[in-house]
């Protein structure tokens, strides 16, 4: 049975820094990656960053390049998000996903999960 735990969220000033993480287990079939996803009440959930699990291929939204970094544990069957510079948009609640594959075009990331969801971290930025 597929299980993904998130942990890390929390209260941050912007500007500030945390990183988030994501323990996944009981999944066998093939998949691409592990992904980070982030919904904010009332609109669509946001997929932001990727690692692929066989090249280590990272991938990210233009909303999250240069601020955030996807990096993976697998001997603890781990994914980090660190996630620095942090604005006041960034507050959401986040999850990590198994990722069954994804795009990349002038739209931006798109990723493709399993629709399998954890119950989320939530990430607050303000003063």
């Known amino acids: 049975q597929v299980q993904l735990v998130e942990s890390g969220g929390g209260l941050v000033q912007p500007g500030g820094s945390l990183r988030l993480s994501c323990v996944a287990s009981?999944?066998?079939?093939?998949?691409?990656?592990i992904g980070w996803f982030r919904q904010v009440s009332g609109k669509e959930r946001e997929g932001i960053a990727c690692?692929?699990?066989?090249?280590?291929?990272?991938d990210y939204a233009d909303s999250v390049k240069g601020r955030f970094t996807i990096s993976r544990d697998n001997d603890k069957s781990t994914v980090y998000l660190q996630m620095d510079s942090l604005k006041p948009e960034d507050t959401a609640v986040y999850y990590c996903?198994?990722?069954?594959?994804?795009?990349?075009?002038?739209?931006?990331?798109?990723?493709?999960?399993?629709?399998?969801w954890g119950e989320g971290t939530r990430v607050i930025v303000s003063s």
């Open positions: 690692i692929g699990i066989t090249n280590g291929d990272t």
């Open positions: 996903a198994i990722v069954l594959g994804l795009s990349t075009s002038r739209a931006g990331l798109t990723l493709f999960p399993l629709e399998h």
């Open positions: 009981g999944f066998a079939q093939d998949y691409y990656g």
